[in-house]
């Protein structure tokens, strides 16, 4: 089945340094989507990439789709202390209908 | 537009009792998940409904788990009986379809922390 694998699990960085997260499928995807969870929250949706070398961006973070949409990344310039949580990619699992099957996960911690 | 509501918020059971979980998506919503995320994890999807119908229920341990949406609105989760590992959160979420083409986002419910000593 497909299965989808994050890089880095844990990244500490300064505030204010950039960050980014890998995320790496096993297949080919029809599609991505990122989400963010918060410390003890839920996760929630960031975006959705569809187009092979799609690249989108949202104020600070940027989101690509690779060309052979087997990978994405999400990146963050300049981190602020709300960037704190975690950073899901999640692909449209196997079957016949859309699913949510999450990546791995990278859990950011910005040092103030 | 009201969320994904779920009830209760933190449970705490012994092991070898029942718990049932309740999930209430967005009106409108035809797909409805429920996830498990053990502490540290990612979600992990246990069972997927579309309308009443359920159609992936691959990774339910349906030993103990069952899941129902009986009028294909609400559902309920039951776990019958817990283990220690089935401590984790539960989310519900819902999504207005399932078509892979005309792709949506999924919202989540604030999740049901189950606690099983």
């Known amino acids: 089945g497909q299965q989808v694998m994050q890089i880095p699990q844990y990244q500490h960085v300064q505030e204010g340094e950039d960050f980014t997260t890998y995320c790496n499928s096993s297949t080919t995807l029809s599609n991505i989507q990122w989400y963010k969870q918060r410390p003890g929250g839920h996760p929630v949706f960031l975006i959705q990439?569809?187009?092979?070398?799609e690249v989108k961006k949202q104020k600070r973070l940027t989101f690509q789709f690779g060309e052979a949409k087997k990978n994405s990344s999400l990146h963050i310039t300049a981190t602020q202390t709300t960037d704190v949580g975690t950073y899901f990619c999640a692909g449209p699992g196997s079957g016949g209908y859309q699913k949510v099957t999450f990546g791995t996960g990278t859990k950011l911690q910005v040092i103030p | 537009e009201a969320g994904v509501a779920q009830s209760p918020r933190y449970k705490i059971i012994e092991k070898r009792q029942s718990v049932a979980f309740w999930c209430n998506p967005i009106s409108g919503h035809a797909t409805l998940y429920w996830y498990q995320q053990i502490l540290g994890q990612g979600p992990k999807l246990l069972i997927q409904?579309?309308?009443?119908?359920?159609?992936?229920d691959s990774q339910l341990p349906k030993d103990r788990f069952s899941a129902e949406r009986l009028k294909g609105v609400d559902s309920t989760l039951k776990i019958q009986p817990a283990k220690l590992e089935d401590s984790a959160v539960y989310l519900c979420a819902s999504r207005l379809g399932a078509n892979r083409v005309l792709n949506t986002e999924a919202f989540f419910g604030q999740g049901t922390r189950l606690t099983v000593v």
């Open positions: 409904f579309q309308n009443n119908g359920v159609v992936d």
């Open positions: 990439l569809v187009k092979s070398g």
